[in-house]
């Protein structure tokens, strides 16, 4: 189980911190035509969302990998669990509702390694 849980924080890792590098480092301008949602936010707040999955990517890897605070890794784990509700309600309210497919696999990678990791 630890071998899976590791495969699933890595891919969760990888898909938040590229997601978040380049929200945070990409004007909204350039953002919109692959992520449409970003023009109903202010560029503050998509900076924002980019920092919250940079920083919980980290915190997948880093706090169990280190034994440094593990506890933080399930907790990051149910914070993006958090993010993909708030992201798939974002996605019915634009009526995307192909997208929340992507957001409940990725919400669901995300409560697996939290009920698994605490």
């Known amino acids: 189980m630890n071998i899976a849980l590791w495969i699933v924080q890595g891919l969760l890792a990888a898909a938040f911190a590229g997601g978040g590098f380049l929200k945070l480092t990409k004007p909204k301008a350039e953002l919109q035509p692959k992520m449409a949602y970003v023009e109903d936010f202010s560029a503050g707040t998509v900076k924002l969302i980019g ?48 997208a929340i497919l992507f957001n409940a696999i990725l919400g669901g990678l995300a409560l697996f390694v939290a009920l698994n990791r605490f």
Do not use: F, Q
């Not at 919250?52 to 880093?62: N, P, T």
């Open 51 to 98: 920092a919250v999955e940079l920083l919980a990517a980290l915190g997948l890897i880093l706090p169990w990998a280190t034994g440094i605070l593990p506890v933080l890794t399930p907790l990051a784990a149910s914070g993006l669990a958090l993010v993909m509700v708030l992201a798939a309600l974002v996605h019915v309210r634009r009526k995307e509702y192909s």
